[in-house]
């Protein structure tokens, strides 16, 4: 069974950091493309990181040079580092396998598989 289960989100103040570790397991993680994705409050599906096969990252224009994404084969694990986050930072964030593109994703555009989801609430 495929299985991806995201953690540690919660709440932070503007400027903080948080680290989503997201945990697979049922497929070869080394061959596939993993993606993260967020969906704030009445808004559609954002493609916000992406990380290839060997490492090699994409990021959408609003997270670049403040998200890190990375992967660790030994553990079939996927991370995100968030730094310095904003208030529209805030969003229900999905790892999801596979490469699901960067920024809006089409209508209809749900990526799968996908995990639950870890909330992020960015306020003061």
């Known amino acids: 069974e495929v299985q991806l289960v995201e953690s540690g989100g919660g709440l932070v103040q503007p400027g903080g950091s948080l680290r989503l570790p997201c945990k697979t397991s049922?497929?070869?993680?080394?061959?596939?493309?993993m993606s993260w994705v967020r969906q704030a409050p009445g808004k559609g599906l954002d493609g916000v990181p992406i990380?290839?096969?060997?490492?090699?990252?994409a990021y959408d224009g609003s997270v670049t040079g403040r998200f890190t994404i990375s992967r660790d084969t030994a553990e079939n694990t996927v991370y995100l580092e968030m730094n310095s986050l904003k208030t529209e930072d805030t969003a229900m964030y999905f790892c999801?396998?596979?490469?699901w593109g960067l920024g809006t994703l089409p209508a209809g555009h749900r990526p799968t598989p996908r995990g639950l989801g870890t909330q992020v609430t960015v306020s003061s």
């Open positions: 999801a396998r596979g490469n």
């Open positions: 049922g497929f070869n993680f080394r061959i596939y493309y």
């Open positions: 990380i290839d096969r060997q490492g090699g990252t």
